[in-house]
Structure formats: structure tokens, C-alpha cells
């Protein structure tokens, strides 16, 4: 029996975690035995539906929180690890995110597997330890492939993989997205919404930043915002929105039970993250039919600008304020948009498609 075995560091709320249940849930509907290694404790999201054959298995790590077990930990990882993949030779192996890669890498030396590592994000925005770039700059020629999710990130990455080597994958949408009925909003206020990780990647300052300017000087803007997510800058967003007065129009949720409806209840998708990968909140929120503010350096390579969303030249307040102001005034914008971004999704994202590019690397 085929076997395909995905390593990663756990299986909480995340665009990589969500990413990986999707390729267990093909590969098993493709008759594969499905298997996760986790370099930690799983802490499985609740919404995400793994298959009931799928294989778990958590590495241990030492407890201890002391520069010895710190520096003993990614050992005790690689034994336990070396010994899993001697044992499942005949398994396709797929890690996700740097320090997966490099330690599936070097506990698979000499046993002849095929290993398909998957980088989410450009490394240069990455904030990693010395002795991680070494490894990763030393290492990875040693792949079978490494997936990417752009071009940029591709050429990055030619430092350290050899060009044939490398394959770009986006992320993928399920189509059940498109069945839901486009809705545009020509009169109430518009809707707002910011969805994902609370930390400053996400550029949550510059969101609240955004907010502040419209309470002071435009105070007569139509506008109700929602932020739904959690982190590290989750108490700073909850303090700016009370000590700005922002309450009467600025909302805060930890979490949302039903992402997808929160999303379809939103006129706007505003994504201010300073980097990413491919944003699986951008890919959602086109998929629904909504206008998404991004930037260039972000989702320059999904959105055209002012034909299926909104890029920002740079991430600045008063930008994104100008933008909001025109989409107010010109909601036909919302409908033009909204119906690309929908067809943008269904031409060039879909599981099927997206799907089938992985095959061809495995």
C-alpha cells in the first residue's frame, strides 16, 4: 500500500496546519496510508476533520526549559525521527517549515527516501537562529524538491536548492466557496474585516493606526470593522480599540466557530501583513466574492490591482484610508471586483488543480 507521511511541528489554527490536513485528506481518498509526525504535542485545531486512519505520532521533547535541554532537544528529535523514517522507508515523506526540514533531512541521510519539503514564507523575513541558516544553507540540496508559493520566494531559495529542484505550489481553495451567492452592499455601512494571527507580522499596528485616523478626522465614515483572531498583540489591539473609544464600531473576537460565514457577512477584506507566503485568507476571501486591500509585496502575484482586489504601493495608513474613502464613495467597485476575484479563484486555486501540481512533485 502507498504510503505518504507529512512532519511539521503541530496541528493548531494556522495556514500551514490547514494546508496539511488538506493533502492527507486527497492522498487518503487516493488509497494512501496517511501519516503525521509532529515534532511536539499535535494541539489539533477542533475544526479541522483529519481521516480516522491517519497516523499521529508526537516526538517527545525534553520538558525542561534549561540551555541543556534546549540545546539537546533537536538530537533527541532527529534520534526518534531517524528511527521512524528506517522503519517507513517505502513512505513518501513531505515537511513543512524550516526546522522540520532540516531535521528530516539530516535523520533521513543514507536511507535513500523521497523527502518534498515545503517553505511557507520568504526567509529573508524570517527571524531564525544563526546555526538554522547555516543548516538550511548547507542542507537543502539534499531534497528530493522544495515547494515554494511564488516566484520571488522561488528565486530566494535558488541560493540554497538547485533551480531544476524547485517548484512553485500556491495554496488552494475549496470550491465549495463559489456555491455561495455573491451579496454587495450599496447602502449600510460598509464592513470591515480583519481575520488571522494577531502578531506583528499581520501589521496589527498599522491597522489600529488606520482606525485611530479615521475616529479623529473622519469620524462621519460609514465604516464597522471586525478583527477576529488571536496572539501575541491581542491584549495591544483590545487596549488601542478602548483607550482610542473605538468600541461603538470596532469589534474583537478571539475566534470565529464559522470563519467562512464571517467572511461572507464582510463587505472588505483588509490584509495588512507585512510578509507572508500566500495568505489563505486573501485565497477565502476572493473565493467569496470580496474586495481584498493587500499590497504588492504580499499578493502581488494573486491580485491584478483594481481588476480582482486592491494593492497598496506600501503599507501606510493614509493610503489604505484613501482607498476605504474611494471604495465608500464607489461601491460599484465592491461588485466589479468581487466577481474577478471570484473568477481568479476558480480559474488558477482550486483543491483539483492545486492538488495535481503535487502529484507531479511526488
Request: glycine share 4%.
Amino acid at each position: 500500500m502507498k504510503s505518504i507521511t507529512i512532519v511539521g511541528e503541530n496541528l493548531g489554527c494556522g495556514g500551514t496546519e490547514k494546508v496539511i490536513i488538506k493533502l492527507i485528506r486527497y492522498y487518503e481518498k487516493k488509497g494512501y496510508k496517511t501519516n503525521i509526525v509532529l515534532l511536539s504535542k499535535a494541539k489539533v485545531f477542533k475544526r479541522f476533520n483529519i481521516p480516522r486512519k491517519t497516523r499521529i505520532t508526537e516526538l517527545n521533547r525534553f520538558n525542561s526549559e534549561n540551555f541543556i535541554s534546549k540545546i539537546l532537544n533537536p538530537f533527541w528529535l532527529i534520534i526518534q525521527l531517524r528511527k521512524y523514517i528506517y522503519a517507513n522507508k517505502e513512505s513518501k515523506y513531505i515537511s513543512f517549515l524550516t526546522v522540520p526540514i532540516i531535521l528530516t533531512i539530516i535523520s533521513s541521510l543514507n536511507l535513500g527516501i523521497l523527502h518534498v519539503a515545503s517553505e511557507r514564507i520568504n526567509p529573508e523575513k524570517v527571524n531564525l537562529s544563526i546555526h538554522w541558516r547555516f543548516a538550511r544553507f548547507m542542507l537543502y540540496r539534499n531534497l528530493s524538491r522544495l515547494v515554494v508559493q511564488s516566484n520571488e520566494i522561488a528565486k530566494i531559495f535558488q541560493k540554497y536548492v538547485p533551480k531544476n529542484k524547485i517548484n512553485i505550489i500556491p495554496n488552494s481553495v475549496d470550491l465549495e466557496l463559489i456555491n455561495y451567492p455573491l451579496f454587495f452592499n450599496y447602502s449600510k455601512p460598509l464592513k470591515l474585516l480583519f481575520i488571522g494571527r494577531l502578531e506583528y507580522q499581520k501589521g496589527l499596528d498599522i491597522l489600529i493606526e488606520v482606525l485611530k485616523i479615521i475616529s479623529e478626522e473622519y469620524k462621519n465614515l460609514p465604516f464597522l470593522v471586525e478583527i477576529v483572531g488571536s496572539g501575541n498583540l491581542y491584549d495591544y489591539v483590545k487596549d488601542s480599540i478602548n483607550n482610542l473609544s473605538l468600541r461603538n464600531w470596532v469589534s474583537l473576537k478571539k475566534k470565529s466557530s464559522e470563519p467562512i460565514q464571517t467572511i461572507l457577512k464582510s463587505d472588505i477584506i483588509l490584509h495588512t501583513s507585512r510578509y507572508e507566503g500566500m495568505s489563505n485568507v486573501v485565497l477565502e476571501g476572493m473565493a467569496c466574492g470580496k474586495c481584498v486591500v493587500s499590497s504588492y509585496y504580499t499578493s502581488g502575484e494573486i491580485i491584478t490591482n483594481n481588476k480582482n482586489g486592491i494593492l497598496l504601493t506600501k503599507l501606510d495608513p493614509r493610503q489604505i484610508i484613501d482607498v476605504l474613502i474611494n471604495l465608500n464613495k464607489e461601491r460599484i467597485i465592491l461588485e466589479k471586483v468581487g466577481t474577478e476575484a471570484r473568477k481568479t479563484i476558480i480559474s488558477n486555486y482550486s483543491d483539483l488543480r492545486v492538488f495535481k501540481l503535487w502529484d507531479n512533485v511526488l
